[in-house]
């Protein structure tokens, strides 16, 4: 056993050498929880049997349980952005929320072109502390959100066909099991993006110039993240699911900007987020984060319609895909012929 000194060191040093994971595992349950709550009775209903609906709930944490493995670079380099976005950080690559691509790579692109035209605007980077090379980077969490999004509408245009063309109960099951998994696992995400702290790049305590006084505690992030909640007698999951509002068919009609619709929802949701980082820190300064003080009531509340919010958002992404897909023609056509030779 190891020694619960050398095992305090050990945790600090992870946390201080990466970024903290996002709303604990109880936090993250609840909005996908939540979620469920928020869809229309008409919806597929093998989601809500409670074998699914136990699974969708567990791979709400999926994505930070890739996270604890932090000596794997090449998924550390490709995973670790997908759970946040840095709004402050667009200024100095010359892009814009309303203007960055939305497509990954080509967004990617953008970062080191404007880095390496403009090197006087970025901090140096250690790179000792940049074995993952992603500090360059400063976050995909929209671009994750859409690209979930299109996965998941994939996987309801399969079901489509295989239901409409003749598939067998395994590829039916089959299915099913995969649009369990992608509406889990897309649930992180959703649910990060309603963690204010993961759309700034003061995601851990405030720093540099700090004319409101707020805190700098290299312990709020994860104070947030659930260290309050617990504190404060937990989340109530039946009122969040009373509280969630329906889930909306989003519109997928292309707007000004020209992107792919569900990467604008995504990203309005996010900038919607993002308004909320310094009450926030407001909250915290004027003690309403302190479990311990009365007022903590508020703070309480806000993070609950925090997590609310993420539900009604997740709820409206997984409508829309299932509402959106078209069957699969591709594969309808291979099982229409499977099905006219079989038959002679
Ligand atoms: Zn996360």
């Known amino acids: 056993m190891r020694p619960p000194a ?19 595992y109880e936090g ?26 136990e699974r969708i709930a567990f791979l709400a944490g999926e994505p930070d349980r890739w996270r604890n493995v932090p000596q794997d670079l090449p998924l550390k380099h490709a995973g ?8 402050e950080d667009f200024a100095p690559l010359g892009l814009t929320p309303d203007t960055v691509s939305d497509l990954r790579y080509i967004f990617t692109s953008q970062i ?30 929209p671009w994750t959100i859409a690209e979930s999004y299109a996965r998941l509408k994939s996987a309801f245009s399969y079901l489509k066909a295989y239901e409409e063309a003749g598939g067998t109960p395994d590829e039916i099951a089959n299915a099913h ?24 790049k003061y995601y851990n ?50 707007g000004p900007t020209a992107r792919d619709p569900i990467f604008d929802h995504a990203m309005n949701y996010l900038v919607a987020q993002f308004a909320f980082v310094e009450p926030l820190y407001a909250l915290e300064k004027a003690g309403k984060l302190k479990s311990e003080n009365p007022e903590s009531k508020e703070g309480k509340t806000f993070l609950e319609t925090q997590i609310v919010s993420a539900g009604h958002m997740l709820g409206s992404l997984w409508l829309t895909a299932w509402q959106e897909a078209p069957p699969d023609t591709y594969l309808r056509a291979q099982l229409l012929t499977r099905q006219s030779k079989s038959a002679k």
């Open 80 to 87: 670790s952005g997908d759970h946040f976005i840095d709004f």
């Open 177 to 200: 099991a995969n649009i369990i998994y992608l509406m889990g696992v897309m649930g992180h995400y959703v649910g990060d993006g309603a963690q204010p702290l993961h759309t700034t």
């Open 112 to 141: 080191f072109l404007a880095r390496a035209a403009h090197p006087e605007r970025f901090p140096s980077i250690d790179p000792e502390k940049n074995k993952d090379r992603t500090r360059e980077l400063i976050g995909y969490l």
């Open 205 to 254: 305590g405030w720093f540099g110039e700090n004319p409101h006084g707020f805190t700098i505690d290299r312990k709020f992030h994860s104070w947030i993240d659930g260290g309050f909640l617990g504190k404060s007698g937990g989340l109530n999951l039946t009122q969040l699911e009373q509280q969630v509002k329906p889930a909306l068919r989003l519109s997928t009609v292309v």
């Open 28 to 53: 993250h349950r609840a909005v996908n929880l939540t979620a469920l709550a928020s869809l229309p009775t008409n919806f597929p209903a093998f989601v809500k049997a409670p074998a699914a609906r």
């Open 6 to 24: 050398l095992l305090a060191i050990a945790v600090l040093a992870l946390a201080s050498a990466a970024r903290l994971l996002a709303w604990d």
